[in-house]
Each structure stands twice: as C-alpha cells, then as structure tokens.
C-alpha cells in the first residue's frame, strides 16, 4: 500500500486539515463502512516514518484481520471518503454556493417563506462580498434563477425577475469566457498552438462600448485580452487594465487578481523583448504592486523565475536600495530548495551591476546550476566580468567552455542560436585590433542587425570603449 493513492493524499495533508479528517472518519453518518474506519486508525498510526513492511499489503491486512480482496475494497472506500472530505473541505470555502443550495432546498420542500428569506439573506451576504469575481457573478446568476423559480412555485407571475436573470447570466458568463480567452492567448503565445475561441470573437464585438465594460471583471479581462492580442491599441488596452488593477485590486480574489497581474506584466516583457526599453518602469511598478498584494505569491510562495524577473527590472532602472532589501527580504519566500540558488544568483548580478565584481563572481561559484538558461545566464556574466577586468585568457576559456555546453544540449531552440552569437560576437571584439575602426563598425552593424541578441546593449557599450 506504499504509494497507493489513499497515502499519498493523506500524507500531503496540512497537520490541521488531518484533525479535520480524524473528526470526518469518526462520524458514522459519514462513513458507513466501520473496516474503511478500521484501515484509516491504522493508516493514521504509521503515516510518517513507518517501516515500509509495516504499509506492505499483506500485512496490513493480517494486522487488520481482512482478506487482500476484502482490503481493496476497504481501501477504495477509504480512498472514496478521503475524496468526499477533500470536496466538502472545498465547499465549506465557497459561502455563496452553500447558500444558492439552502435556498433550493427550502424551495423544493415547499418552504416558500424560510426559502424567500433565506434569499434575502443570501443576495445581502453576496453584497457585502468585497470581491467582485467571476464567482461572484456566477453566484448572482445561481440567486437570481432560484428567486424565479420560487416566484413561478408561488404563481407571482407579474413579478418574475427574467431581465435580471438575464442581465446575471450574461455578465457571469462573459467574464469567465474573457478569462478563458486570455488563458488562450497567453498560452498560444508560448506554445505557437493556434486555438479554436467559439463565441469570444462575437462577445468583443458585443462588448465594443457596452455598459458592462463599466464592470471591473469584464472590464479587467477584456483591456487584458486586447493587451495580449498584440494588435493595434494593445498600449492602449495595457494602459487601461493598469488603471484597473490600480483603483479595482481589491475587487478581485486571490486567483483573478494573479491572472490579471501576470496579463499585465507578461504585456511588458514581451514589449522589452522588442527593444522597447520604456516598459520597465511599468513592468518595475507592477511587480510593486503585485508585491504589496500577494498577487505575484502562489500558495504563499514566490516562484524564482517571477524572483529573478523583479531583479532584472529593477537593475535596469537602477533601483539598487530598493534591490538589496528585495533580495533578503524576499528570499526567505522562494521554495526551499531553489533558496540559496536564486539568491546567489541575483546577488552576482547586483553585484555585477553595481561594479564589485569580486562578489560577483562569488556569488556565482556558490550557486548550484539545475537550469539549462540559469546557468547559460550565469557562464555569460562571468564572461562579461572577465572582458571587462581584461583577463582575456579566463574569457577564453569561458568561451570554450560556453560552446562545449551548446553541443551537449539538444533542446534549447532559439536560446542556442542567441548564446552561439554572444560567443560569436565576443571573440570578434576580442580579435580586433587597436585603431580598426572600419572593422569596429562592421562588427556594430552585425550587432545591431543580429536577430536575437540578448546582450545588445552591452555589446555596443563596449565597442564605445
């Protein structure tokens, strides 16, 4: 029973959760099979750093008086009620939805006055809801079908809520097909996977100076759409969901407000990508925003990639106090096990950019390379700090060593062609003599023209050299 599923989901389970499931498992109303429960105190005995024979299926079942056949049913029902807690669990988090169903359930008993006040109650507790979701929107459409039903149950045909209904279902609808829509876009963008948008093409144009663009939902996804789509306007459209995220953030749930902030930001790089330097102050100023909201956290932590990403910002902008305190403050936040990498690695690019190269390359030899382009970005700094302090010989090597580890990695797609140019451009500055300026100016303009280039700049400051 080692890996089965049933240990595996209980074993990930938070210390609290598991006391709520102990409490679950004790309840006969809600498991009826007393060997489940039987299997289940065993399980809980031995979850952690129980020898493996004592999980081996022979043995639990001799230790719990079964068969092997009788113990793969029990498991299944174990595993059955670990699933039904984990919905439950789920559902206790959803207010609106527990409400929309206690109202049904009045209504279907024929309780038409406890089912119209507990309406009442419900649409005043979705009010107060400070977030104004697709959920939200969802929950809306739900009440504003039970209070139609319950008015057709109590023959009030005159007051039947049917423009509400539809006003309800269309904005829940419309916001959660804009978010799919921006999904898409986001996803094809890396995958170059084209997708089939059913109706999304219809419902912008339905929405082109609409009055629902005045709802922060369908108004956040929509400009973000548009932002992503690349077409005409797209500043536009960015500049709008800034303003949005700006006065609305606290309209929006945990989950919406991540989509949204990474829309925006992924808006920006792909415009610094292009060579347009001026997004890095709004890119700078999201990912503060994002900071300050724990938009940019994914179950409280901070990937190194979005890490990393708000270093690079930063030091294009110069923003060196505000790096530093960044760097420790946040560190502490990136998963255990990608810790001291991303920070030795951000440190030697502060250091590097702030001119003590000496720590710099410190902080490099500390770091332990687990990603193909981490390390490629690495090998690349140490080049460009050897250029720099003229120990050409160590450049040369790092050179070497660069292209030996182009060969071994097959799969690197455009990343190969831009390292083999950087090595490429580098040994040609490196091969020029004193006084050439017709071939100073011959290397400038491969440079310029180079079709993907990442260290353009730092090339052209160094031929000013």
């Not at 489940?36 to 493996?52: F, G, I, T």
């Not at 996803?187 to 709802?215: C, M, T, W």
Request: aromatic share 10%; with cysteine.
């Amino acid at each position: 029973m080692q890996n089965t599923p049933v240990l595996q989901i209980l074993r990930s389970l938070p210390p609290n959760t598991l006391k709520a499931f102990d409490k679950y498992m004790a309840s006969p109303y809600l498991v009826t099979h007393a060997g489940a429960a039987q299997l289940y105190d065993y399980l809980r005995a031995r979850l952690h750093d129980a020898p493996v024979a004592e999980l081996d299926q022979a043995t639990v079942a001799r230790a719990l008086g079964e068969t092997p056949r009788r113990l793969y049913h029990l498991t299944s029902y174990l595993l059955e009620a670990v699933e039904q807690f984990l919905a439950l669990e789920s559902w206790k988090t959803t207010l609106h939805d527990s409400h929309v169903l206690t109202v049904e359930a009045l209504r279907r008993l024929q309780l038409d006055d406890l089912s119209a006040g507990m309406l009442r109650y419900a649409r005043k507790r979705l009010d107060a809801d400070p977030h104004r979701s697709a959920e939200y929107h969802r929950a809306g459409y739900r009440l504003q079908l039970e209070a139609f039903h319950l008015s057709q149950q109590q023959g009030r045909a005159k007051s039947l809520n049917l423009q509400e209904l539809s006003d309800a279902q269309d904005v829940a609808f419309i916001t959660e097909k804009l978010r799919t829509g921006c999904l898409l876009l986001s996803h094809q963008a890396v995958s170059k996977r084209a997708y089939e948008k059913g109706l999304l093409n219809q419902l912008l144009i339905f929405l082109d100076g609409h009055p629902y663009l005045e709802i922060p939902s369908v108004a956040a996804f929509y400009h973000g759409y548009y932002a992503l789509a690349g077409d005409a306007g797209s500043d536009r459209h960015f500049r709008r969901l800034k303003e949005l995220l700006h006065a609305h953030t606290e309209a929006f749930p945990v989950a919406e407000v991540h989509d949204l902030y990474l829309i925006a930001i992924n808006f920006c790089i792909r415009r610094i990508n292009q060579a347009e330097g001026q997004y890095f102050r709004d890119v700078f100023d999201l990912y503060q925003s994002g900071l300050q909201h724990g938009a940019l956290l994914e179950n409280g932590s901070l990937s190194r990639w979005t890490y990393t990403n708000i270093v690079l910002a930063a030091l294009n902008l110069q923003e060196y106090d505000w790096t530093f305190r960044f760097l420790h403050d946040y560190a502490p936040l990136l998963p255990a096990n990608h810790r001291e990498g991303a920070l030795n690695f951000n440190l030697a690019r502060y250091y590097y950019d702030t001119g003590n190269y000496t720590d710099a390359m410190q902080h490099l030899l500390r770091m332990e390379y687990d990603d193909v382009l981490q390390n490629l970005v690495a090998k690349t700094l140490l080049c460009k700090i050897y250029f720099e302090k003229e120990e050409f010989s160590a450049l040369e090597n790092q050179l070497d060593s660069i292209e030996i580890y182009l060969r071994r990695k097959k799969v690197l797609g455009y990343h190969k062609e831009n390292y083999l140019a950087i090595v490429r451009m580098l040994r040609k500055i490196l091969s020029l003599q004193p006084g050439n300026t017709p071939g100073k100016e011959a290397i400038r303009r491969q440079i310029e023209n180079a079709p993907v280039l990442t260290e353009r700049e730092w090339f052209l400051k160094q031929l000013q050299r």
